[in-house]
């Protein structure tokens, strides 16, 4: 997903700072790879595997790989549990602290992106673009590529590499629910061309097909319409808070005011139940491939 966002501060938005994805403002690796070696010495002087740690922290055995390689920033609660089970007299909780982001997740993003790692929902409706989660690899690049002012090569790696590995939150999150409303128009857009959307949908099936994955596809003739606000995404946290994240062109926001939040759920409900239903939107994605 292209976000953009200007410094917005106000009782019921939190600030992501300046950036976007044309300008990623790139970090080093480094503290995340320290902070994986970390866990690491301490998961082998445990004498445990990444398998049999994995349950006992409560993720799974790729999700601990992931971090001990340092390709991710840990969930929040995921420090705390390997300091004690672990018995690593707090060295884990210290290294967390000077976490940094992943090259290629752009700074304003991190607070979203942190938060996702532990929801228990996310709920996104989008009207411009197929969500970064549900992007191909082709799909991602031809985004990246048409940005202006124009990325470097090594920013589109880095941009590709981190949402590629964000997209790991479906498959590794098998509890979390993930609901996505999809505009009937951004498979019509074609796209990349006619290949690029074709392997789109194929995609976006076998995704759908999973238990904690539901996509709805909005038509695109619908009298009535709750999202004509533009795109919106909600997410419930494991203490069951909400939170909201409203994106423009040039700007994000985050939303925290519980009045704020509970205006966007309804919204969400109301397209729910305009979209088509599930089984609905999947003969229509098969029809939309077999078009092409």
């Not at 953009?4 to 600030?15: A, K, L, N, R, V």
């Not at 409303?181 to 097909?209: M, N, P, W, Y």
């Not at 069951?240 to 423009?248: A, I, N, S």
Request: aromatic share 8%; hydrophobic share 40%; proline share 6%.
């Amino acid at each position: 997903m292209t976000h953009g966002t200007d410094s917005i501060d106000s009782p019921m938005y939190g600030t992501f700072g300046n950036g976007g994805a044309r300008r990623p403002e790139p970090e080093p690796q480094y503290s995340l790879k320290m902070f994986g070696e970390v866990v690491k010495t301490f998961r082998k002087r445990a004498r445990l595997t990444q398998e049999q740690f994995a349950p006992l922290v409560g993720y799974s055995p790729e999700t601990v790989a992931s971090i001990e390689q340092g390709r991710r920033l840990p969930p929040p609660d995921f420090a705390e549990r390997a300091d004690s089970i672990l018995d690593a007299f707090g060295v884990i909780l210290a290294a967390a602290k000077h976490l940094t982001r992943r090259k290629g997740l752009a700074s304003w993003f991190r607070q979203w992106a942190e938060l996702e790692l532990s929801a228990l929902s996310l709920y996104t409706y989008e009207c411009r673009l197929i969500p970064g989660l549900l992007q191909t690899p082709a799909y991602a690049r031809t985004l990246f590529a048409d940005q202006l002012p124009p990325l470097g090569d090594e920013q589109i790696e880095a941009q590709l590499a981190a949402r590629l590995e964000r997209q790991q939150l479906l498959r590794e999150r098998p509890n979390t629910s993930f609901s996505f409303i999809l505009e009937e128009h951004l498979f019509l857009r074609d796209l990349g061309g006619a290949d690029v959307t074709r392997e789109l949908l194929d995609h976006i099936l076998d995704l759908s097909e999973l238990r904690n994955v539901d996509v709805q596809i909005m038509p695109l003739v619908r009298h009535h319409h709750s999202g004509l606000g533009g795109p919106v995404q909600l997410l419930e946290t494991p203490d069951h808070q909400w939170f909201g994240y409203l994106e423009g062109q040039e700007h994000g926001q985050f939303v925290s005011d519980p009045k704020v939040v509970s205006v966007i759920q309804m919204r969400c409900a109301s397209m729910r139940s305009q979209a088509l239903s599930l089984d609905d939107s999947q003969s229509l994605m098969r029809r939309m491939r077999g078009a092409r």
